[in-house]
């Protein structure tokens, strides 16, 4: 077997290549391997709509099933790439070898798990696939208390629609607040008092020990303090990590995921990386190197890619952005908070519709915008500008920020 362009990974990259390539007209052979059994489907609402019983899987497919082969576009699924051969341009599944022209690596992450006692008990889920998801509702039913390990994006949209159901919830956040990696300290008091106000046992700084098994379940968190935490099951939201195996041991550069250049080359010939799996130097957090978890950067990476494979130099160089929903919150966020000096409040959190916007040298780096969609659409110009703006301005919410003066 032979595609001009092999996709490996059928997830939001690896679906957004496919289809801007034949946006843009390419004409060869495409074939994508995955190793979900699904075609390429949304993963936020994993943890929100689809956990929550909202949205049906149907609903939340990236394109129709049919679609990818009136692109032709062939879908390998169910398949995993064991190893890369670089010099011979193949890759190999089960006994099979795939030979590529080019290659776009859309592999993603797993989530990282406990290694403690009980790691391994039957009810412990991480929140990643949909096959995670579908056995955790499997179970809801006959379920009353949950642990949530970790507290960030996905560990409290997790508790939010638990909550929601009815559940006993008790989020564990090892660091003195939640979101602590992500968001300043306005956003993680917000959120955690409106977590506890929806029934929530949320406790931070709070250290786990390990997890007590009976019968081959979880049944209980044991805390570092000698508390047991009674659970019927236990939710692992403690981050990811790249799947870049077969990559690296091919010789690909990289640690935190695979080395990229503007154009999301790798350092291997004809081979691309892209989303949560591609490091690279990104200009809003001023050029440092990192990896980016969010749809956005998934699809525009997979753009710059493939305008480069089409013959357009066109360098990733998109504003990063990020949703989450929490029960009847709906915070977006533009810019990277990282490196930020200070951080002004624009609005009430008692309202529950506000923004905190990260300044650095006098300069608006980024917003969390809760319930204040204005705020994010307006905001985004400042964190494209980098101009010095009047900043008793941009902390009143009565003045729109699409007509805050300079400093
Ligand atoms: C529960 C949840 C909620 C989220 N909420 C948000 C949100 O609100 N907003 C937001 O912007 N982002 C959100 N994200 C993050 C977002 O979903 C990811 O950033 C995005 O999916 C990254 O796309 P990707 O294509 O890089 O990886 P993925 O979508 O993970 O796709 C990678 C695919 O490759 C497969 N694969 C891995 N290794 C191999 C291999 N060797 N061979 C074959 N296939 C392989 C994987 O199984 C997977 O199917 C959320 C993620 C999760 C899990």
């Known amino acids: ?113 406990l290694t403690c006692n009980g790691a391994d008990a039957q009810n412990v889920h991480a929140v990643r696939r949909r096959d995670d998801v579908d056995a955790m509702m499997a179970k809801l039913d006959s379920i009353s208390h949950v642990t949530v390990i970790g507290g960030g994006y996905i560990g409290l949209e997790a508790a939010a629609v638990l909550s929601k159901f009815g559940k006993k919830v008790v989020l564990i956040e090892a660091l003195d607040r939640v979101l602590a990696r992500v968001a300043g300290e306005e956003l993680s008091r917000f959120y955690e008092a409106e977590h506890r106000a929806h029934g929530v046992d949320l406790r931070t700084g709070a250290k786990m020990d390990c997890i007590e098994v009976t019968d081959g379940k979880a049944s209980a968190v044991l805390m570092a303090d000698g508390e047991r935490i009674e659970t019927d099951m236990v939710i692992v939201g403690i981050g990811i990590v790249p799947e870049t195996g077969p990559l690296i041991a091919a010789g690909a550069a990289g640690g935190n995921g695979v080395d990229v250049d503007e154009y999301c080359r790798t350092s291997l010939p004809d081979i691309y990386a892209v989303g949560d799996c591609a490091a690279h130097s990104n200009r809003f957090a001023g050029g440092a190197t990192m990896r980016l978890e969010s749809v956005q950067n998934a699809n525009d990476q997979a753009k710059t890619a493939v305008a480069h494979i089409m013959g357009k130099e066109d360098a990733y160089d998109a504003v990063p952005w990020f949703w989450s929903n929490q029960y009847d919150l709906k915070l977006q966020t533009v810019g990277l908070s990282i490196g930020h000096d200070k951080t002004i409040l624009r609005g009430d959190p008692a309202t529950r519709s506000f923004s905190v916007l990260y300044m650095k040298g006098g300069k608006v780096i980024a917003l969390d915008c809760v319930n204040a969609v204005k705020d994010y659409v307006q905001g985004r110009a400042h964190v494209l500008s980098g101009a010095l703006l009047d900043q008793a301005q941009l902390a009143d919410a009565s003045v729109p920020l699409k007509e805050v003066g300079l400093a």
């Open 1 to 113: 077997m032979n595609y001009d362009v092999l996709i490996v990974g059928a997830g939001h990259a690896g679906a957004q290549a496919a289809i801007s390539l034949r946006q843009l007209g390419f004409e060869g052979s495409i074939g994508m391997i995955g190793d979900e059994k699904d075609p390429p489907y949304e993963r936020p609402p994993l943890s929100k709509e689809y956990f929550a019983g909202d949205k049906s899987f149907d609903r939340i497919l990236i394109r129709p099933a049919a679609f990818w082969g009136e692109r032709k576009v062939d879908m390998l699924l169910g398949k995993r790439v064991k190893s890369v051969d670089p010099q011979g341009k193949f890759v190999t599944v089960g006994d099979q070898e795939i030979s590529y022209g080019r290659m776009i690596w859309c592999t993603g992450g797993s989530p990282r798990m």
